[in-house]
Nanobody, 127 residues
Framework: QVQLVESGGGLVQPGGSLRLSCAAS????????MGWFRQAPGKERDFVTA????????SYGDSVKGRFTISRDNAKNTVYLQMNSLKPADTAVYFC????????????????????WGQGTQVTVSS
């Protein structure tokens, strides 16, 4: 069992940056692939990015490539999402997710790929 708690969301102007964190409790965080998804009002939950259990592989959704970076610190049981050059279209609730798998992260792009979810943190990009 893994519990996930996101933090770091807020209001930011277009072109600004935010860093989200996802703190995990429970056993064997270092064995889980981790992902970030986002959900805007009235829309489905969309894949943002994922990172393998050891941090060696990452994958990104097309809309965030070159602007967002995922990383993890297994010693701190935490995964991060650095978001730069933010746009109003990035406004959403951002969710952290964990999967007990060693599947290639390029396949970890669907909601059903993940076993555990956090409650989400709101990111609003507006002037």
């Amino acid at each position: 069992q893994v519990q996930l708690v996101e933090s770091g969301g807020g209001l930011v102007q277009p072109g600004g940056s935010l860093r989200l964190s996802c703190a995990a409790s429970g056993r064997a965080f270092g064995s889980y692939a981790m992902g970030w998804f986002r959900q805007a009002p009235g829309k489905e939950r969309d894949f943002v990015t994922a990172i393998s259990w050891n941090g060696g592989s990452t994958s990104y959704g097309d809309s965030v490539k070159g602007r967002f970076t995922i990383s993890r610190d297994n010693a701190k049981n935490t995964v991060y999402l650095q978001m730069n050059s933010l746009k109003p279209a990035d406004t959403a609730v951002y969710f952290c997710a964990a999967a007990a798998t060693r599947e290639p992260v390029v396949r970890m792009i669907t909601v059903r790929s993940y076993d555990y979810w956090g409650q989400g943190t709101q990111v609003t990009v507006s002037s």
